[in-house]
């Protein structure tokens, strides 16, 4: 028996949503052309390609480029996750049309998945909605 194959499973690589978060970060916070991620992937976890990094070489990556960016690593606070249900049950909402403003603010699905940082710029961004729709009212 090959000792070097028992119980061993397929690694579990990245998925789409580390790749929808490391893209933005990217984008929003570090601003360097796309280049400059590939070269940052190959220097630090010699893989060629974003796709080829598993999914704990792609968390690692998403905590440093955080850190680099000064992101708080980590999840969006419980406080945060209660403004933005109340802000969406206020604007009347569903699930889908949340999701669909926190992904068009941050390029994240889920606000589940903010850091505390994207939850703020997301409940700042609902806070401003509403506003508009009180002005928008009024007129």
Same mark, same amino acid.
């Given at each position: 028996?090959? $000792?070097?194959?028992? =119980?061993?499973?397929?690694? !579990?690589?990245?998925? #789409?949503?580390?790749?929808? *978060? @490391?893209?933005?970060?990217?984008?929003?916070?570090?601003?360097?052309?796309?280049?400059?991620?590939?070269?940052?992937?190959?220097?630090?976890?010699?893989?060629?390609?974003?796709?080829?990094?598993?999914?704990?070489?792609?968390?690692?990556?998403?905590?440093?480029? $955080?850190?680099?960016? =000064?992101?708080?690593?980590? !999840?969006?606070?419980? #406080?945060?996750?209660?403004? *933005? @249900?109340?802000?969406?049950?206020?604007?009347?909402?569903?699930?889908?049309?949340?999701?669909?403003?926190?992904?068009?603010?941050?390029?994240?699905?889920?606000?589940?998945?903010?850091?505390?940082?994207?939850?703020?710029?997301?409940?700042?961004?609902?806070?401003?909605?509403?506003?508009?729709?009180?002005?928008?009212?009024?007129?």
């Amino acid at each position: 028996m090959n $000792r070097g194959t028992q =119980g061993t499973q397929p690694k !579990k690589m990245i998925n #789409k949503d580390q790749k929808k *978060i @490391i893209w933005t970060i990217w984008k929003t916070k570090v601003k360097l052309d796309d280049e400059e991620l590939y070269r940052f992937i190959e220097h630090n976890y010699k893989k060629e390609n974003m796709s080829d990094l598993t999914f704990l070489e792609a968390d690692l990556l998403i905590s440093t480029l $955080r850190r680099i960016t =000064g992101e708080t690593a980590g !999840k969006l606070t419980r #406080k945060q996750r209660y403004a *933005i @249900i109340s802000h969406q049950k206020e604007l009347g909402w569903s699930d889908t049309e949340l999701a669909g403003f926190v992904k068009k603010q941050t390029g994240i699905e889920h606000y589940d998945w903010l850091s505390p940082t994207q939850a703020s710029t997301v409940i700042s961004g609902l806070v401003n909605y509403r506003k508009w729709l009180r002005k928008k009212k009024r007129n």
